[in-house]
């Protein structure tokens, strides 16, 4: 009996194509898949399966964007220069005045709350199509994105946050999630709906939240990149149910870039590890996300130009979006953080819990109520939070 030719060279063809997928998912991490990853046609779709495949411990191609601000380092071997190039902001806005104002009450939980309508409508006005609501998570979701495995993506993403947070924090949130999500597919639609934000100071920020309404795009940007913003986000809407309204800055943007600069690992969220990206092109390597993060308080540290803890935790809202060292304050908010939760000493990560436990009944926020319950000085915070980011540098090989 004859065979066809034709039929035998597709049959040899997806063979040799399953095989690959499968080979993809056993080494996300391999030369070759970094390298199929650029070609035209598959290249993209090679890049989008070794993402989800890809473990925590490959710190050094891995592909998260921490929200809050990121500072992006440069070095290069052959002159051993390292030195921050690009500022950007990667999460929320920095509002020009405090959201509740210069002297809130002290903060409670407080229910989630519908989006404002005419924030809504604007944004949606502004989308290309598919104006109709679809569900993220527990959120309503409206978007002209048409990348459905990246929507599946994000959805898996935002249905666990709240379970991620309840066993990081040890905090329950009130229940329901109310707000809506407005993914943008065009940054210039994005744009043009963050300048229609004149209370916000403007800035290139990917994500911003306004009147119960997440925004950001995807245009160009990598699949972990969009949940890292979103869940920076999110964050932040979690903290008012779970803590209140008027959080200092340090604690509000620490836990939202605590959880944003984690590692997303398929569909889960690992927090306390690191995320952010090591992009190598010949002798440069450019460091982005947590890594860079890591690395700019290591240098700091270093050099004995990281400011007190005391001093951080006692910034109002205007001083801790200053453009003058701003993504150090949010890096150092946020280590901060994970430097008493992931502690040797598990005695750490219960006072913290204690001190947020605290805020969430009402009481007043203040660094010395953080260091009763820590039982330790400023001096002791200070060195426990240098080596710390000493320890993750060399953890994940970075330069400090």
């Known amino acids: 009996m004859r065979r066809d030719p034709l039929g035998k060279f597709f049959l040899l063809a997806l063979i040799v194509a399953v095989a690959g997928l499968a080979a993809v998912t056993r080494a996300p ?54 030195r921050p190039t690009v500022v950007v902001e990667a999460g929320s806005a920095a509002g020009s005045v405090p959201p509740l104002g210069s002297e809130p009450a002290l903060p409670l939980p407080i229910p989630s709350r519908p989006p404002d309508p005419e924030v809504l409508a604007a ?36 249905a666990q946050l709240e379970s991620v947070y309840v066993s ?4 329950e949130p009130l229940p329901g999630a109310r707000e809506a999500v407005v993914l943008f597919e065009s940054e210039a639609s994005y744009q043009q709906f963050l300048a229609g934000a004149p209370e916000l100071i403007q800035q290139s920020a990917p994500g911003l939240l306004r009147s119960g ?117 949010y890096g150092q908010s946020s280590f901060l953080v994970r430097s008493l939760l992931d502690s040797s000493d598990p005695g750490l990560a219960t006072a913290f819990r204690g001190f947020l436990r605290d805020v969430s009944e009402g009481q007043e926020i203040t660094g010395e109520a953080l260091l009763n319950r820590l039982g330790c000085s400023w001096e002791a915070l200070d060195s426990q939070l240098a080596s710390f980011v000493r320890r993750q540098a060399v953890k994940a090989d970075l330069p400090i």
């Open 123 to 158: 944004a949606r006005e502004l989308l290309a199509a598919a104006k109709d609501s679809q569900t993220l998570g527990p959120y309503t979701l409206y978007t002209d994105v048409r990348d459905r495995g990246l929507l599946i993506y994000l959805s898996a993403v935002a």
């Open 29 to 82: 991490d391999a030369k070759w898949v970094e390298r199929a990853a650029k070609a035209a046609v598959i290249g993209p779709w090679i890049e989008r399966l070794a993402d989800l495949y890809r473990r925590p411990a490959a710190a050094a191609e891995a592909s998260d964007f921490g929200g809050g601000v990121e500072v992006i380092y440069r070095i290069d071997s052959r002159r051993n220069e390292l």
């Open 213 to 329: 309404v997440v925004a950001t795009y995807s245009e160009g940007r990598g699949w972990s990149e969009v949940a890292a913003t979103l869940i920076h986000e999110l964050t932040h809407l979690v903290n008012k149910r779970a803590l209140g309204p008027a959080l200092p800055p340090w604690l509000d943007e620490g836990l939202a870039d605590d959880l944003a600069q984690s590692r997303i690992e398929g569909l889960r969220i690992f927090p306390g590890t690191l995320g952010g990206s090591a992009v190598r092109s010949g002798s440069r390597t450019e460091y982005k996300g947590g890594q860079a993060a890591v690395i700019e308080l290591g240098r700091a540290a270093s050099a004995g130009d990281l400011p007190a803890i005391q001093t951080l935790l006692a910034l109002d809202w205007e001083s801790f979006q200053s453009v003058d060292r701003r993504s150090q304050r």
């Open 168 to 171: 990081r924090y040890g905090l």
